[in-house]
């Protein structure tokens, strides 16, 4: 007869190991991860970002802090194999969860691209793609009226 515990590592419905998140899949944001002094297109510093791999490589979270230290930030950045799409949730100390609407996208052509759904506002696409090594930039965009996208954020990731 089987012992308890080899009854319950057998059961079909519980949780295989880690080793799931080690697709191709999974690691590619993996050129985001790192130590960051962040600036805009002129070339000012106007904050750092610690971006890190966790849970056996099936979370990216990054650590946003401005150059004043006084916006703060954190996201979650995973892929989900049931849509088969990246997803972001951004957190801020603003205390406002709307101000960085959740969005999802994909890996297509050497950048990510995450966009916000219609229901929470003007649409808002975010993309990041390596520049040169060690350079990432990370620009967001926002649909306007005449369904033309205006950039309303522009940086460039320099590795610490």
């Known amino acids: 007869a089987p012992?308890?515990?080899?009854?319950?590592?057998?059961?079909p419905n519980q949780p295989q190991a880690s080793a799931s998140c080690q697709?191709?899949?999974?690691?590619?944001?993996?050129?985001?991860v790192g130590g960051w002094e962040v600036q805009n297109p002129s070339g000012k510093v106007v904050g750092h970002n610690v971006v890190t791999q966790e849970l056996d490589g099936c979370l990216i979270?990054?650590?946003w802090r401005d150059t004043g230290g006084k916006n703060l930030g954190s996201s979650f950045n995973y892929f989900d194999t049931r849509d088969k799409k990246w997803h972001q949730l951004y957190i801020s100390n603003s205390g406002n969860a709307g101000d960085f609407p959740a969005m999802?996208?994909?890996f297509r052509d050497g950048k990510m691209q995450l966009v916000t759904d219609a229901h929470d506002g003007p649409?808002?696409?975010?993309?990041?793609?390596?520049?040169?090594?060690?350079?990432?930039?990370?620009?967001?965009?926002?649909?306007q009226p005449d369904k033309t996208w205006q950039i309303?954020?522009?940086?460039?990731y320099v590795k610490k």
Do not use: L
């Open 123 to 143: 649409i808002s696409r975010w993309t990041w793609y390596v520049v040169s090594p060690g350079h990432v930039r990370q620009m967001a965009e926002q649909i």
């Open 23 to 32: 697709a191709p899949e999974y690691h590619q944001f993996d050129f985001w």
């Open 152 to 156: 309303t954020w522009d940086s460039i």
């Open 3 to 11: 012992t308890p515990t080899s009854a319950v590592s057998n059961a």
């Open 61 to 63: 979270v990054e650590h």
């Open 104 to 106: 999802s996208g994909e």
